[in-house]
């Protein structure tokens, strides 16, 4: 599993990478970000941290559903099964977490765009936050969760034109599939994908809440 996050308002961040044992991988990249000086941290490394941060620890066998299975056995169905989040909060401080098993019949030791900063997870309070799921190769290439913060900060374009610019023509260009969400400063927020469906919920203090499948907003 890979996971990252961070925090827009002084850019720090954490992240780990093909951890096989942290029951949540997430706290596992906020304990980097929070007590190492380091960024990323990988493999049986970021295992034996997150052991030495008493995170708790479970066998591998933990993670194993019959859904999954299924699918792996398939082998193409349900490739991406990551789960992101950003938020603002009544600060104006912006964060983007994502955590991940990878794609579907990864390569051993492959690691994705989930805990690469600035590909799967970016926040900037000068910008916005971002957090991605889909083909994470593609990703990586196009620094797709830097691009949209760099885009809208640079350019001036507001965080739904440079949501749609990254996704919509630039991933597509390339047949690269997946969609992010992202918030920014003044609590615009973006869901998009250029895949059928992407799960996704939101909701604000003032109650107003939403969860949907397909249909990009
Ligand atoms: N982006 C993830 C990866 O490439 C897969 C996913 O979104 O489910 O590892």
Redesign the pocket.
Known sequence: M?ASIMDGSNLNAGAVAGVKTVKNPIMAARSVMENSPHVLICGSGADDFAKNMKLEIVDSSYFFTERRWNSYKKANKD????VGAVALDKNGNLAAATS????TN?MKGR????PIIGA?TYADNKGCAVS??????Y?IRNAVAYDINALMKYSGVSLKEAANYVIMKKLKDQNAE?GIIAVDKAANFVTIFNTPGMYRAYNNSNGFSQIAIYGNN
């Open positions: 890979d490739k991406f099964g990551t991940t098993g990878g794609m990864k690691v994705g765009d989930s799967g991605a799921t889909g083909h994470g190769e990703f997946g």
